[in-house]
């Protein structure tokens, strides 16, 4: 359903559907642990997606975060996952981030807005409207977030992120 949802978009950050892939295919499925770390990178890869000609060290066998770029070079995945605190609770966190630099906020909020508009499975934030949760049975143990951010010099990303408590 979300990936029909997602088809149907068409502001710029979605005319190449590898946002739409990308969001379906490898950070979904990562957030919801339906994928590795691993296996995230692999179906990142299948998108051709790759680490920067930059980044020529290899992985770390324990390595908890990493940046894959598009061939085309417009569009970033970054994958990573950690422990943190929520809300002064410890949490063990797994999130993935798109962005590109030729997708606005407005057209990545356009795009979640599509692929998240289900009030019966989503719930949309009341003090930001580019934030959605997933409504769970068990909210005490795991808990969806998507939101998209504009941060201070940086490109405008949707990140899609699991808490597992």
């Not at 990142?44 to 000609?53: C, D, I, K, N, V």
């Not at 770029?69 to 929520?86: L, P, Q, T, V």
């Not at 410890?90 to 009030?119: K, M, Q």
């Amino acid at each position: 359903m979300i990936a029909m949802s997602c088809l149907s978009v068409t502001p710029v950050a979605a005319q190449d559907s590898r946002a739409v892939r990308a969001l379906v295919g490898v950070c979904l499925p990562y957030a919801t642990r339906s994928l590795s770390f691993e296996k995230s990178i692999r179906a990142a890869r299948m998108l051709e997606f790759r680490r920067s000609t930059d980044d020529r060290a290899p992985l770390d066998a324990w390595a908890s975060e990493i940046e894959l770029i598009s061939r085309d070079g417009n569009w970033r995945i970054r994958i990573e996952e950690g422990s943190r605190e929520d809300e002064e609770t410890p949490v063990y966190a797994v999130s993935c981030s798109i962005s590109s630099r030729h997708a606005s906020a407005r057209e990545l909020g356009n795009l979640g807005r599509r692929a998240f508009n289900d009030p019966t499975m989503w719930a949309v934030s009341a003090d930001n409207r580019w934030r959605w949760e997933r409504r769970t049975r068990r909210p005490q143990e795991y808990r969806l977030a998507v939101e998209v951010t504009e941060p201070a010099e940086q490109l405008p990303t949707l990140t899609v992120t699991g808490f597992y408590y």
